[in-house]
Structure formats: structure tokens, C-alpha cells
């Protein structure tokens, strides 16, 4: 029989009342990554700034955007270090304060910059501040997820203000680069992100409540037996597995940026308007998760995240102008954002004690290391294989998505309800009935 889906349990005032401050704190930190990630405002005028000042092919440009996924890759390593390591006596909000200003102080380096050699420097340096912040926001997510039972309201409201942020970067990035010469879109996007980490290390002081953690033996200990017991559950190691997996599809968007500039020649504006299309459905998708979907079990919310995978990734072979174009990016934005709060609610819930910072970021790490190698092996395949024809591309990726259906019943999750903590222990052993 399968386990009976547990309810959200009564809050009390002052516990809504820290919901709350935890809202708006995600709020601000999303609104932030979503902007100053080297996928953010930036991207549009770099991969313009690319292609046509350096004469990029999109094998190229993908390959030298994979230099900034490192410090994502490698956030297990922050995590580990928050999580042994206080700064003045806190283990997140100091690191999410000092990672804040770095990034800022990059940003604004930038605007002296033109060769790529240098860019790729402040940028990695910026991409540095943002996965640190990133990781550490993680672990609030998960410390709070587990205290309040409510990791994917915490995940759905992260990815909600990400796609807020990310409407003012289709919008603005396209304006850079359609009224300014490639080098000034580049400086002005710089200049424009510089200034926001600084919202973010006021509300990592004034809105995160973190007891303060010494240095001490007893301490080290906890910290210890829970990150022992990360490696030694299994079932974490099946959740990584299946992240990768789910994550591991080739991936066509700098192909389609091509496509769109060179076959369809959409204008970089209207290029910047289908992403914030596009981040427009993922903030109807977030608001239609908060109000529709949540108290649904993690299997259910899995399972529904890869067909809306299949079907809008099969979408895009009727990508043929400006109207189809908007529609299927606004169709995908809204997908896009259940599959977020699927997977990454599912790696909070199962985070053991203690070991928060380091276990979600590594599954963290999981996903973008898959990411990254599923968006070069589609460069290739588009630029080799398919020779620049997207329509392959796109049913090979939507092909490998529907894989992932045969890997959720290993994930033995009952009707485990999404959001809800795992407590160390639950998925349910393999010869176990579902």
C-alpha cells in the first residue's frame, strides 16, 4: 500500500510572521541571480557581442559560456564550507552578504573590458558571487523547508521572482543590444546589474534569522554525522542519479538563437521579447502552481513536469515565425517552472540535518553539471551531426525527456507530498510495495 500523503501542519503567528520575512528575502535574492547570473542581463549582448564582433560559431559561444558554470558546479564545495565554518558566527547570512558585494565589484570592472580573454575573467569572478549566494540561499531553503513542511512554496517562490527578474532582461537586453553597438550593450548590461547584489546583502542582514553557531567540538560532530550520513543513504544517491538524468537532454538554446537570428531573422529586440514571453509563463506557471497545484505527491508533480517537457519541447518544430514563436515561449516558460519545483523540492526534501549546505548544493551541482554537457552535446549535434537543422535537434531532446518517465517509480516515493521533509530516511526500499 502506498503511504498516505501527510498535510501541511497549523503555523503559528510568529512562525507566519518568519514565513514571511523568508519570502521576501527569496524574493530579493532571486530577483538578484536572475539578473547577475551570467544567463541573465547579460547574455544577450555577450552572445550578440560574440557572434558578431569575434565571429563565433554557436559550438563556440556555448563552449566559453561552459567556463561559468564551474562555480556552479563545484557549490558543493561552499556548501561544505558554511556548514563547518561560521563567519562572524553565521553559517549563511555572512557568506551571502561578502559573495553579494564581490559580484557587484566584477560587474562594475566589466564596463572597462572588451576582450574576451578579460570578460571571461570578471564574469567567472561574478559567477563566483552569484552560485556562493546561491548556495547559502539553498541552505536557508532547506534549514526553513524542513521547519515549516513547505520547501516547494519556498522553490516556487525563488523561481517565481527569478522569472519576474527575467522579464526585465529579455526586455532590456534586447534594447541594449538593438539601439547600442555590441562592446556598449555589453557595458550597459554591467553597469545596469552592478547594482542590485547590493539589495541582496541588506536582505540577508535584516530579513534571515540565523542563530549564531560557534566553533566548537560539538558542533563539528552534528555537522559531521549529518554530512556522513548524506553519503552513506542511498536513497540520496539515487535522487542524484535521476537529476542528472532528468537534466541530461540536449539542449538547443543557443542553437535556436541562431536559428531565430540567422533563418528566421527575428531582430535582437524581438529576440529579448520572447524571453520575457518566456518569463512571463514561468511566472503564470509559478502562480498556478501556489494556487492550484501545491499539496500534490512528488511522484504526481514528476511525472506531470516530464510531459510538459515532452509536449513543449515538441512545440518548437512549429517555431516558424514571430506569433508561433511567442506562443511556444510562453508555453515553455510555464512548464519550465513546474519542472523546477518538482525536482529541486524533491532534492530539499531528502537533505539530511546538519548537512543542508552541502547536500542540496551538490545535487544543485548535479543538475547544472548535467545541464551544461546536455547544452554542449546539442551545439555539436546541431553544428555535426544535424548540420544546422534544428527540427532533429529538437525531437532527439523531447525523445530523451520521455525517458525520464521509466525512472520515476525507482524513486519509490509513495504519495510522499511535495514540499514535505523526508526526515532522513523515506524512500521506501526497492523490494517494499509501492
Known sequence: MAEETALPRALTLSEGGEIRRLMIFFAVLYVVEGLGQTGGLISLPLSYFLKTVEGWTPLQVTAYSSIFILPWIIKPVFGVVSDFIPLFGYRRKAYIVLANAAAALAYFAILWLTRPSDLAKALLFTAFGMAISSTLAGAVLVENGHKFDSSDAFVNQQWLWFSIAQLAVGLLGGELVQHFSPAAALHGAAAIIAVFPIAAVFASLYLVQETRSPINVAELKRTFSGLLAAFKGKELWIIA??????????????????????????????????????????????????????????????????????????????????????????????????????????????????????????????????????????????????????????????????????????????????????????????????
Open 241 to 434: 542519479v535521476f537529476l542528472f538524468l532528468y537534466y541530461f537532454s540536449p539542449g538547443f538554446g543557443t542553437p535556436l538563437y541562431y536559428y531565430m537570428t540567422d533563418s528566421l531573422k527575428f531582430s535582437q529586440l524581438y529576440i529579448g521579447i520572447l524571453g520575457t514571453i518566456g518569463s512571463a509563463g514561468w511566472i503564470l506557471g509559478a502562480l498556478f502552481y501556489r494556487w492550484f497545484m501545491k499539496g500534490l505527491s512528488s511522484k504526481v508533480l514528476l511525472n506531470l513536469s516530464i510531459l510538459l517537457g515532452v509536449l513543449t519541447t515538441v512545440a518548437f518544430i512549429w517555431l516558424k515565425g514571430e506569433t508561433s514563436a511567442a506562443i511556444i515561449s510562453f508555453a515553455a516558460g510555464s512548464a519550465g517552472v513546474i519542472s523546477f519545483v518538482a525536482t529541486l523540492s524533491l532534492a530539499a526534501d531528502f537533505c539530511p540535518e546538519r548537512a543542508e549546505g552541502f547536500v542540496f548544493a551538490a545535487l544543485m551541482s548535479i543538475v547544472n553539471l548535467s545541464s551544461t554537457l546536455s547544452g554542449n552535446l546539442g551545439s555539436y549535434l546541431y553544428e555535426h551531426a544535424f548540420r544546422n537543422r534544428l527540427n532533429p535537434l529538437i525531437l532527439v531532446s523531447a525523445a530523451a525527456t520521455a525517458l525520464i518517465f521509466a525512472f520515476v517509480p525507482m524513486l519509490r516515493l509513495g504519495e510522499k507530498r511535495a514540499g514535505s521533509p523526508a526526515h532522513g530516511a523515506s524512500l521506501k526500499d526497492p523490494q517494499s510495495p509501492e
